[in-house]
């Protein structure tokens, strides 16, 4: 009832073109995903929205199916070392994007990642403007 992991089988979020798929899984209290394969959209949508996925084989995933089914069943996910650790102290590694990877552990929307780089955009601005024939800056009237 509290899980905070929930296990699926293959192409977990077919059929989901929209965020609101993902926005039923983290209302429903769910952190992260672990499934055998994830449709596109759904793996991008997650990503973007704090939905942690991560991928095993078909095998490991069947037997978190099987020994979850009693309930009282604990699994660590660990982003940061990308690794599964079952209660039975089988770790397993999975892959992550980097980028996402950054995202998920600042606590970072696509928009909040650019604007840690403001200080770099802004440079670059001042850079550019400084080669044009023309200025993208409003001049004061007064």
């Known amino acids: 009832q509290a899980a905070e992991i929930l296990v699926a089988g293959v192409n977990f979020g077919c059929g989901s073109s929209r965020e609101h798929a993902v926005w039923a899984v983290l209302g429903g209290g769910f952190k992260a995903v672990i499934a055998k394969s994830f449709a596109d959209i ?3 949508n997650s990503s973007k929205n704090g939905l942690m996925l991560v991928t095993l084989p078909e095998a490991v995933v069947d037997a978190i ?3 979850g ?3 009282d069943y604990r699994i660590e996910i660990d982003l940061a070392t990308q690794r599964v650790v079952l209660p039975n102290g089988e770790e397993h ?7 996402r990877k950054h995202c998920m552990l600042n606590g970072l929307d696509d928009i909040d ?3 840690s780089h403001k200080a770099e955009i802004d440079a670059f601005r ?3 403007d400084a080669k044009r024939f023309f200025s993208t800056t409003t001049p004061s009237i007064g």
């Open 113 to 115: 990642y650019i604007m």
């Open 69 to 71: 089914e009693s309930g």
């Open 42 to 44: 759904f793996y991008s």
């Open 93 to 99: 590694i999975f892959e992550y994007d980097p980028f």
């Open 65 to 67: 199916l099987r020994d």
């Open 126 to 128: 001042a850079r550019q």
